[in-house]
């Protein structure tokens, strides 16, 4: 078989030029001077170097102008920031503080909205300002006497401060969530329902994301009044700009073909994925002692550590970052030539987010996924959300090593798998692992549990309605 390799070296895929031509992201027809925003904006936009509206800018930006709330699904990388963002420095008030909201679910993506939209007002009055954790509660209370028009934060201590009486949201006549399905989930939920609820009634509302899933769409248009839904994400989630592919691994032998990987390819700057915060770590050690410039970030790390690291990211000087999912949605750094899906995500939305960390704003980037046996359907879930195929990537001059004697098959979701020699092959990715491994491997079928020996592969939905403690991000 002869071996793909998609892009080779260093810098391949993040060096290209963007495609302000691709009809994919960017309007062909359309200025930035056709869409009713201001001088002083128009020239924040130039110095930024900005040529063309994306899609999601051309048609959500007029809409919001017009003072309309808005629904906006666009693929990853293609300018939502500023398509929330410009709206907003056209309409706010300099004079009034506090006037427009902006929630994202990370410190890391509002620290990085709060930048975009002061690099791009520049040229005006109106400021920016962020309100989350991390940072003293005082720091941030002393900095909000200046009277920011636009707070972008999170959402935990968003509500803090204001039960704190630090502020109120009386002013407030524009709400921004960013990654809204994940605002919108359970563990954010509440504390968007009580501030949007503390909100003006007569507020504009703008929801923006690549995935929006219908129930969450259903939630989102309780707080919003007759929004235009805008979608240019077209027939698949993700950018025809970034080669997607999957590579079949045992589980045993991840690490080992991670490092081949790495060390085999060299790609330019790699964000790897896993799913637990334990395997970041794991992995960051073990690439380290082979001598990998490696870095890790995920939530339990201090504040501090976690944004020297997107800044190393951000300014192009890391090599490889090991991060949890954390770092999956919204980060913006424009030289990440590869995302490796390390461990694949449950979720098949995350994998559309991961996978958005590279190919932005027209360049071309890289995915690489590993799938084990037990992952099959998993992958099949994420094709069927992003509406098309990801081609298996043969890599034969990697050799597989022996299965492990303590080694023990868990399912995606943790579950240990009663197996046996019989067990039947489930799906076609089973047989591209190993054809001699049978699908889920070692120890006889429980019969009791798997009546006709029908083992499943994936876990149930969700089970205990999210009551048990997650280990993730
Ligand atoms: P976002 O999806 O908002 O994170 O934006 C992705 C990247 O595209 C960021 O680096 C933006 O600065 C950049 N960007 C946004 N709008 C445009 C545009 N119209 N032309 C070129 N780059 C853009």
Known sequence: MKKERPHRGKGSASQ????HADPEIFESDLGFDQLGLPEHVLRGIRDLGFEKPTLIQGRLIPAAMAGRDVLGQAKTGTGKTAAFGLPLLARCDPSVPFQALILAPTRELAVQIADEITELGRHGRVTVDTVMGGERIKTQASRLKKGANIIVGTPGRVMDMAQRGL????????????EVDRMLDIGFREDIRKILNNCPKDRQTMFVSATIAGEIEKLARTFMRDPEKIVTSGASLTVNLVEQHYLAVNPWDKKKLLLHL?????????????????????????LGEKGI?????HGDMRQGKRNRVIQQLREGELTVL????????????????????YDLPEDPDLYVHRIGRTARAGRRGIAWSFVTSAQGNLLTNIEELINREIPKMDYPDF??????ESWRDESPGGIVFPTGPEAPKVNRYDAAVNPDMPAVAAGPIDSARFPGGN??????PKRMMGRIPSNRR
Do not use: W
């Not at 502020?167 to 960013?178: K, M």
């Not at 060299?266 to 960051?284: G, H, Q």
């Open 16 to 19: 290209q030029p963007p495609a």
């Open 167 to 178: 502020y109120h949201f009386d002013n407030v006549r524009f709400t921004v969530l960013d």
């Open 262 to 286: 790495l060390t085999h390819e060299e790609p330019a700057m790699t964000i790897v994925f896993c799913r637990l915060k334990k395997n970041v770590d794991m992995l960051a050690k073990y």
């Open 293 to 297: 410039d490696v870095h890790a970030i």
């Open 322 to 341: 090991i991060a949890s999912d954390l770092a999956s949605r919204g980060i913006d750094a424009e030289g990440v030539s590869h995302v490796i899906n």
């Open 399 to 404: 050799i597989p090593g022996p299965r492990p």
């Open 455 to 460: 083992v499943p592969t994936r876990m149930p």
